[in-house]
């Protein structure tokens, strides 16, 4: 069976899918077998993955019209991707009525979990109802942050969210960590974020984090990862050592 990582932080712009996409990408450097879900209408995963054609999104599987397996597209070399586009957008209202919402993405996944050693769904910026399927089906959490006062009011949120879950619909659901992003080591203010998390939070802390880089922004543009973009960035060498600390952690 596979890991299922949900990626989340239901503030925007906090590295989600910059964190996927090279999570998922490093992981399939390392042989491992990886699927891309991209859970957000905007669709950042799926353009940043260089895929601008296909059949079937993930609206499709959402309003269960069609199979998971036909939704896969190929990126590279041991990354699929069920792509999505703002169509995705117009599942709420169907979701908000449909039975068992909570568990399509969940039913969907069981098909073809056996097919990967990890499937990585790049959630949305809001705890929704498409980001409640995710942490139905997700065996761990993975929180992008940025080590700032105002990330720490959305953990607190997170941390409510989760105990829901665990408590209504997924009881193996775990936290791997967070995982900070996008630092600025010059600043003390991220040390002192750091202890604010260990006093108040039950939530693991990466060891590894990742610095700032124009390489990070570009990359989607060439519908790459930044460690296959730029390798030997800063940033791509940090995502590489947070692989490894990830690997270890979860085993
Ligand atoms: N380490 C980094 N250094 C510099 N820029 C970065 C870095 N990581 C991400 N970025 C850029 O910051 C922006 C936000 O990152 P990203 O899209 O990964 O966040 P997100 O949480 O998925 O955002 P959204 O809430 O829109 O889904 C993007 O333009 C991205 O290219
Ligand atoms: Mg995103």
Not at 130 to 138: E, F, K, P, V
């Amino acid at each position: 069976m596979s890991e299922i990582i949900a990626v989340i932080n239901q503030k925007g712009g906090t590295g989600k899918t910059t964190t996927s996409h090279n999570l998922g990408y490093g992981l399939a450097q390392k042989g491992k077998k990886v699927l891309f879900i991209d859970l957000d209408p905007q669709g950042n995963l799926t353009f940043s993955c260089g895929i601008h054609e296909f059949n079937y999104t993930l609206a499709d599987i959402i309003y269960q019209d069609v199979n998971i397996l036909d939704t896969i597209v190929n990126v590279s070399k041991n990354v699929d991707l069920v792509p999505t586009d703002i169509e995705l957008a117009h599942t709420e209202l169907f979701l908000s009525k449909a039975e068992e919402r909570e568990y399509i993405l969940d039913k969907a996944l069981k098909k073809i979990s056996k097919k990967y050693d990890f499937i990585i769904i790049d959630c949305q910026t809001s705890l929704s109802v498409l980001t409640i399927n995710a942490l139905t089906a997700a065996t761990r959490i993975l929180i992008p942050m940025q080590l700032t006062i105002l990330s720490l009011k959305g953990l607190d949120l997170i941390n409510s969210t989760i105990d829901d879950v665990k408590r209504n619909l997924n009881e193996n659901l775990k936290i791997i960590g967070v995982l900070p992003v996008m630092i600025d080591k010059r600043r003390k203010l991220s040390d002192e974020v750091i202890e604010i998390i260990e006093d108040n939070f039950d939530i693991p802390i990466f060891d590894s984090y990742v610095g700032l880089s124009v390489r990070a922004a570009e990359a989607p543009s060439f519908g790459k990862s930044v460690i296959e973009y730029a390798p030997s960035c800063k940033v791509s060498q940090s995502y590489q050592e947070f692989i490894k600390e990830f690997l270890k952690k979860i085993r």
